[in-house]
């Protein structure tokens, strides 16, 4: 019903940027909450970053300051943009859409299916 597609990941040298992409598409009339995790090998899966259909938004604080969350409604896309990344910063990143979907009472969470940053030291 909700497709998620996600673009934008590689690999950098510590110090650089990357931007994140992530588009929904399929029988969605809206969405609400928008956000970005990530999941380093052999640890679990952590939020870095929420944002609201009201544009209000969230971060964990390990990318405070250096990761910036937005979002264009009408092309139902959340962007993730990544400055001054750290190898720390190395995971797959899922976006995940609380979707508005056609004949659905209740929000539908749909994911990505990740993407690799890798940063190098």
């Known amino acids: 019903q909700v497709q998620v597609v996600e673009s934008g990941g590689g690999l950098v040298q510590a110090g650089g940027s990357l931007r994140l992409s992530c588009a929904g598409s399929?029988?969605?009339?809206?969405?609400?909450?928008m956000g970005w995790y990530r999941q380093a090998p052999e640890k679990q899966r952590e939020l870095v970053a929420t944002?609201?259909?009201?544009?209000?938004?969230d971060y964990v604080d390990s990318v405070k300051g250096r990761f910036t969350i937005s979002r264009d409604n009408a092309k139902n896309t959340v962007y993730l943009q990544m400055m001054n990344l750290k190898p720390e910063d190395t995971a797959v990143y899922y976006c995940?859409?609380?979707?508005?979907?056609?004949?659905?009472?209740?929000?539908?969470?749909?994911w990505g299916q990740g993407i690799q940053v890798t940063v190098s030291s």
């Open positions: 399929g029988r969605l009339f809206g969405i609400n909450a």
């Open positions: 944002i609201t259909n009201r544009g209000n938004t």
């Open positions: 995940n859409l609380k979707a508005l979907v056609a004949g659905r009472s209740r929000e539908v969470d749909a």
